[in-house]
């Protein structure tokens, strides 16, 4: 799945917030809402599924190597996450869907040939 199918395979309100990226697959997703646990076990290539909507999330997107961050419940994104992604090329993402659905969703289409 490339970043720029996720928004319609995932079928579930999403919305691009920050869609200046380059184009690449997706290779896995991780779901969290600890940035540190991310930065220890999050791959590259990857979507962040989380809760936190602020800039630090995209930097730690960026040290790992995260393609795409979505944010879950519909939560406010702050204009500073959005250049911050922006600049590191981190494709943005909201929807009011919650964390589990979206992994599983997610888990579901990265698995379809």
Not at 42 to 50: H, N, P, Q, R, Y
Not at 74 to 79: A, I, K, Y
Not at 80 to 98: K, L, Y
Request: aromatic share 4%; glycine share 8%; charged share 20%.
């Amino acid at each position: 799945m490339l970043i720029s199918e996720l928004e319609s395979s995932l079928g579930i309100g999403m919305e691009v917030a920050q869609g200046d990226y380059s184009d690449r697959e997706l290779s896995t997703g991780y779901a969290s809402d600890l940035l540190s646990d991310v930065m220890a076990n999050a791959k590259a290539d990857g979507v962040l599924v989380t809760v936190q909507a602020h800039k630090n999330a995209v930097a730690v997107a960026s040290l790992v190597g995260l393609a795409a961050i979505v944010v879950c419940n519909s939560r406010p994104l702050p204009d500073d996450m959005i250049s911050s992604a922006r600049a590191e090329g981190v494709a943005v993402f909201r929807t009011p869907a919650t964390a589990f659905e979206v992994s599983g969703r997610l888990w579901a289409g990265l698995r379809r040939p």
